[in-house]
């Protein structure tokens, strides 16, 4: 099967220059940048070093990975932030575990054997507490909702309906894997600082569009209980 990478970035270009070059061909078909607007020269690296850019139409995390969902070849999809936080090393083992026949793979940085370097206390805090939610409200078994590096497949994906634009993706799509019943695993992912630029979450702003995304997905799924039949 072919497998797709999508690596989004906004002004990451201290990073890029060190994780893109890490990733060997071997492991993936194609890998596509989604950009979401870099001014630092984001774009410029990638495309003076054969990568393929795609920038996206809409602002927000959610929007630039629905784009780089529809223009992807893969029937395995691969979203890999290259900030640093996300160790591509580890890409042939999130690939390996998906081929084990699973419809989702989080590289998980609170699975026993993980670690994360670059949490703070209201970050770490913050995961567990959405992460405990999300068990708790769909029935799931995950340990870290909200870590952008995972693996899924097309044809499982497509029976979403993945609506989050920004950052709130990231728990939207972990909570639909689960309502529908796929086929879910973790492996243990350690997660090393960010090399450089801004981080973009904002904790209480972006905490405040995952709480409201996992009670819209909540409403959704006890509004379906009741539809007549």
């Not at 590096?149 to 979403?160: T, V």
Request: net charge positive.
């Amino acid at each position: 099967m072919k497998i797709t990478l999508l690596a989004p970035t906004l002004n990451e270009i201290e990073a890029v220059r060190v994780v893109l070059p890490k990733i060997k061909k071997e492991w993936v078909d194609e890998i596509i940048v989604i950009d979401g607007g870099s001014t630092d020269g984001t774009v410029e690296y990638c495309q003076n070093n054969g990568y393929l850019v795609h920038r996206q139409k809409g602002r927000g995390y959610g929007n630039g990975m629905r784009d780089g969902y529809s223009v992807a070849q893969g029937d395995i999809v691969i979203e890999f932030p290259p900030d640093g936080n996300s160790p591509p090393e580890r890409i042939p083992d999130i690939i390996k575990k998906i081929n084990e026949g699973y419809d989702f793979v989080v590289a998980s940085r609170y699975k026993a054997g993980a670690k994360s370097y670059d949490d703070d206390l209201l970050t770490a805090v913050g995961n567990k507490i959405f992460t405990f939610l999300v068990n708790l409200l769909f029935g799931a078994n995950y340990t870290d909702v909200l870590i952008g590096f995972r693996a899924y497949r097309r044809e499982s994906f497509s029976e979403l309906k993945m609506t989050a634009a920004g950052l709130d993706w990231s728990v939207q799509m972990p909570i639909q894997f689960a309502k529908v019943g796929f086929k879910i695993a973790e492996i243990p992912v350690d997660e090393p600082k960010r090399i450089g630029g801004q981080r973009k979450m904002s904790p209480f702003k972006t905490g405040w569009k995952i709480l409201k995304i996992i009670i819209k997905e909540l409403h959704n799924s006890i509004s379906l209980r009741y539809l007549p039949t």
